[in-house]
């Protein structure tokens, strides 16, 4: 019999024994203590030949798999409860960044399509947020063309965008 297979009967039982300990599952603590020996086996040269050295690294090998076993159950749990709390809302939140970043696409094709003068006035005040004032000053013209130049755009957006898409447009840039 060889070497390996007298320290397997000798120390599988209650390596086992050690491993149910942390993991309370009995087929999960058998593999734990089958790879120990695995690992033994491939650091064999590595680790004194001395009995006690032979069984520290045995129970240590099966102490360290049971402790990573554990810290990575308990991240695997901690993400499946993340995603099934947050799953509906994630994903509402995902589906409203789409919709957001296709009405945002929507609306800078349909500035683009607007008079120049027009579509700046339109960006200025409804995408930068800038104020009717501010506009009139960067720009040197009257309150009174921002406005008209803005309520222009909005009416021109109304008549190059489909209604639904006007709607969530006028929603966006005037709530």
């Known amino acids: 019999m060889s070497t390996a297979e007298v320290l397997f009967r000798e120390y599988y039982a ?8 942390f993991t309370a599952d009995a087929e999960l603590a058998r593999d734990i203590a089958q790879e120990s ?24 090998a099966v102490r ?21 709390a947050g ?18 696409a929507a609306i800078h ?10 579509a700046r006035i339109v960006r200025m005040g ?8 501010e506009i009139a000053k960067m720009l040197n013209i009257s309150v009174n063309t921002v406005k008209t130049q803005k309520r222009r755009g909005l009416q021109l957006l109304r008549l190059r965008l489909p209604p639904e898409m006007y709607v969530l447009v006028a929603y966006m840039l005037l709530g």
């Open 14 to 21: 209650r390596l086992c024994h050690y491993a149910f300990q």
């Open 126 to 133: 409804y995408i930068d947020g800038l104020k009717n004032q």
């Open 64 to 84: 360290n798999a049971c402790l990573n076993t554990i810290r990575h159950n308990k991240v695997v749990e901690k993400f499946i409860q993340e995603q099934a």
């Open 37 to 60: 020996f695995v690992s033994y086996l491939a650091r064999q040269e590595e680790v004194s030949t001395h009995p006690a050295a032979v069984r520290n690294f045995l129970y240590t």
């Open 109 to 118: 094709r349909a500035l683009d399509s607007l008079p120049e003068e027009c």
């Open 87 to 104: 799953a509906p809302g994630t994903e509402a939140a995902a589906i409203n960044t789409i919709i957001r970043t296709e009405v945002l």
